[in-house]
């Protein structure tokens, strides 16, 4: 059975700095994906990481996955207020189907 | 845009009715998926499809049903609502080539 891990859960940053938020994954995969959402609101799609070393940036955030330790990461930079959101990150299983198994989530909150 | 509509965006039931969420996607996807969201546990898979008249449990199936008639709708049954059935849920489709697209989430409430 897939299991995927984000940490942290909670995650407070002033304005300005860098973080990283992780996500591990239990078994083989080679596809994951990373969401934002905001309160009340839908998932919207930030990147799809599809191949060992894949590396994505859109502005202040960037993603990366190796799937040796699978794991993936999701950095910010700089921080600013409008990135405050919760991201999850997601795995799809190499075996069969195309479900996605989703961590817990990381509720980021950006102090100015 | 890939559009994927879910019929309501906040309901509210009594234990024990029958309760149908409506989920419809605009854009051909093979697969669509529904999942429940609650506090502190994420997002959980209930039921997958990844074609008209085909089904598979997730992870949580228990309680809940599912149909899909034709490729553009999935519907979620509760067959008699319960309180611990009081959740956000949430509709996606997907292709084998793209990332699933989230319906704006249904916000149920059993009463």
């Known amino acids: 059975e897939l299991k995927v891990e984000q940490n942290p859960l909670f995650l407070s940053m002033q304005e300005e700095k860098n973080y990283t938020i992780y996500c591990n994954y239990s078994?083989?995969?080679?596809?994951l994906y990373w969401y934002r959402q905001d309160p009340g609101k839908s998932l919207e799609s930030l990147f799809v990481l599809l191949s060992n070393g894949a590396v994505k940036q859109e502005g202040r955030l960037m993603a990366s996955l190796d799937t040796k330790a699978r794991l993936s990461t999701l950095h910010i930079t700089a921080a600013v207020h409008d990135l405050s959101a919760t991201y999850f990150c997601?795995?799809?299983?190499?075996?069969?189907?195309?479900?996605?198994?989703f961590g817990t989530g990381t509720r980021l909150t950006i102090i100015p | 845009d890939v559009k994927v509509t879910q019929s309501s965006r906040y309901l509210v039931k009594r234990t024990g009715e029958k309760v149908f969420l409506e989920c419809v996607q605009d854009?051909?996807?093979?697969?669509m998926f529904w999942y429940r969201q609650d506090p502190g546990l994420g997002l959980r898979l209930i039921y997958f499809?990844?074609?008209?008249?085909?089904?598979e449990k997730g992870d949580i199936p228990e309680g809940y049903s599912v149909s899909r008639e034709k490729k553009e709708r999935f519907s979620l049954i509760l067959e008699s609502a319960s309180t611990n059935q009081t959740s956000m849920y949430l509709c996606?489709?997907?292709?084998?080539?793209?990332?699933?697209?989230f319906g704006q989430g249904t916000r149920l409430t059993v009463v």
């Open positions: 997601a795995v799809e299983s190499n075996f069969g189907n195309e479900k996605l198994t």
């Open positions: 854009m051909d996807h093979e697969n």
């Open positions: 078994t083989t995969s080679d596809r």
């Open positions: 996606a489709s997907s292709t084998r080539d793209t990332e699933a697209f």
């Open positions: 499809s990844y074609d008209v008249k085909m089904k």
